[in-house]
């Protein structure tokens, strides 16, 4: 069964960072470009960012790109994300997904999710 578990959100104030989390088991993770996407309330799903497979290749939509980073650790079965500079339009449900690198994938192929929230 394949599983992605999230972990790592939490509450902060403007400027602060987290670092997020996603367990991967049941596939082949090292073989599988991975992203993160995230969904705030009352709006469709956005891509946040994408790696290849060996970490060579990273990814950002624009409104992420220069404050997020995205790594995996391919032994551990592990994709992160560090997110720093935070922002209140940062706040969102965070997920993992695997197989599509630039785009939101099919809700299919997502975790379950971590929130984030950043206020004062």
């Known amino acids: 069964e394949v599983q992605l578990v999230e972990s790592g959100g939490g509450m902060v104030q403007p400027g602060g960072s987290l670092r997020l989390s996603c367990a991967a088991s049941g596939f082949r993770f090292m073989n599988s470009v991975m992203s993160w996407v995230r969904q705030a309330p009352g709006k469709g799903p956005e891509w946040v960012s994408g790696?290849?497979?060996?970490?060579?290749?990273?990814y950002y939509s624009d409104s992420v790109k220069g404050r997020f980073t995205i790594s995996r650790d391919n032994a551990k079965s592990t994709l992160y994300l560090q997110m720093n500079g935070l922002k209140p339009e940062d706040t969102a449900l965070y997920y993992c997904a695997r197989n599509y690198l630039r785009k939101v994938p099919p809700r299919e192929y997502w975790g379950q999710g971590t929130q984030v929230t950043v206020s004062s």
């Open positions: 790696i290849n497979y060996g970490a060579a290749e990273t």
